[in-house]
């Protein structure tokens, strides 16, 4: 006889790839009349430009684990290196270039060897990174960013995230999501979302005693 909690799980495992879809169309759509000087804004991702951050979301829609373990390899397991690399392959010649390109893997479920809500997270985290500076507002479903607030509090893959919260009470006030004991911090869960990932600025739409050590640990995104 089936478990209905495993068949549950493999049920809403199997639901994070259409939320990915619909955020990268989102994103696509948001982009769509950005200029060139715009492209070149800063991103919230340290160094990097809105157009880098969305050639690099591009790349991860088209490396599977077999392109992604050989470009680890050839450079030398130097991860951050292997990123960059990825990035420059779609970044494209022009600015609709580099839309055109991740327009085209919207539909994608190719993925590195990482978890869909991996995934999923990235392409939020990301698209933040690359609307906030560019004065985009997007409004996420709460049950989205609830299920990646509960992602992020829970692991260290991919972005520090469980480890910059500790001893941290971390309460949304627009959704059901809490998450550990100590000082609160509290807020809007997108902005929770991008804080544990280190994204300090978003510090500033949060409340509680807790609110300077998450903007300490921070750092660079």
Same mark, same amino acid.
């Given at each position: 006889m089936t478990d209905p909690k495993l068949t549950a799980d493999r049920s809403r495992r199997a639901g994070v790839w259409p939320l990915i879809h619909a955020e990268r169309a989102a994103l696509a759509a948001d982009l769509a009349d950005v200029t060139d000087e715009q492209w070149a804004t800063p991103s919230l991702c340290t160094e990097l430009t809105v157009r880098e951050v969305l050639a690099h979301l591009t790349a991860a829609a088209s490396l599977n684990s077999m392109r992604w373990l050989a470009g680890v390899i050839r450079c030398r397991f130097d991860f951050d290196k292997q990123v960059a690399m990825r990035l420059a392959e779609q970044l494209g010649a022009t600015p609709a270039e580099?839309? +055109?390109?991740?327009?085209?893997?919207?539909? *994608?479920? @190719?993925?590195?060897?990482?978890?869909?809500?991996?995934?999923?997270? +990235?392409?939020?985290?990301?698209? +933040?990174? $690359?609307? !906030?500076?560019?004065?985009?507002?997007?409004?996420?479903? $709460?049950?989205?960013?609830?299920? =990646?607030?509960?992602? &992020? /509090?829970?692991?260290?893959? =991919?972005?520090?995230?469980?480890?910059?919260?500790?001893?941290? !009470?971390?309460?949304?006030?627009?959704?059901?999501?809490?998450?550990?004991?100590? /000082?609160?911090? *509290?807020?809007?869960?997108?902005?929770? =979302?991008?804080?544990?990932? %280190? !994204? *300090?600025? &978003? #510090?500033?739409?949060?409340? %509680?005693?807790?609110?300077?050590?998450?903007?300490?640990? #921070?750092? @660079?995104?």
């Open positions: 580099t839309l +055109e390109r991740f327009r085209r893997a919207v539909p *994608s479920t @190719t993925k590195p060897p990482l978890p869909a809500m991996a995934m999923l997270g +990235e392409t939020i985290v990301h698209g +933040e990174d $690359i609307r !906030r500076p560019l004065g985009i507002r997007h409004e996420y479903p $709460i049950e989205v960013v609830t299920r =990646v607030a509960e992602y &992020y /509090q829970g692991t260290d893959l =991919v972005v520090v995230a469980k480890g910059r919260i500790g001893g941290l !009470r971390l309460v949304a006030n627009d959704g059901p999501f809490t998450a550990g004991s100590g /000082q609160l911090v *509290s807020g809007a869960t997108l902005a929770l =979302v991008m804080a544990m990932t %280190g !994204r *300090s600025t &978003y #510090c500033e739409d949060l409340e %509680g005693d807790g609110v300077e050590v998450l903007r300490r640990r #921070c750092g @660079t995104a």
